[in-house]
């Protein structure tokens, strides 16, 4: 996945708008968009390089 400037604009405002983390943000689907929540069910995990579950329960929410 290579991120261009209009990718990188897309993702700060999404970041700064949620209060979303990093890498809840990068292991997003279209399934966990819709028109008015974005479910966060995953992290990306950099050291791995894959989506990973949350460490906790608590990690899992809705944004609206």
């Known amino acids: 996945f290579?991120?261009?400037d209009k990718t990188?604009?897309?993702?700060?405002?999404?970041?700064l708008l949620t209060g979303m983390r990093q890498g809840?943000?990068?292991?997003?689907?279209s399934s966990d968009i819709r028109e008015d929540?974005?479910?966060?069910?995953?992290?990306?995990d950099?050291?791995?390089?894959?989506?990973?579950?949350?460490?906790?329960k608590a990690g899992i929410g809705l944004y609206l």
């Open 37 to 44: 929540r974005i479910r966060i069910t995953k992290t990306w």
């Open 8 to 15: 990188l604009l897309d993702l700060t405002k999404l970041l």
């Open 24 to 29: 809840e943000a990068l292991a997003l689907t």
């Open 2 to 4: 290579l991120f261009n």
């Open 46 to 56: 950099k050291t791995v390089k894959k989506a990973l579950p949350p460490k906790t």
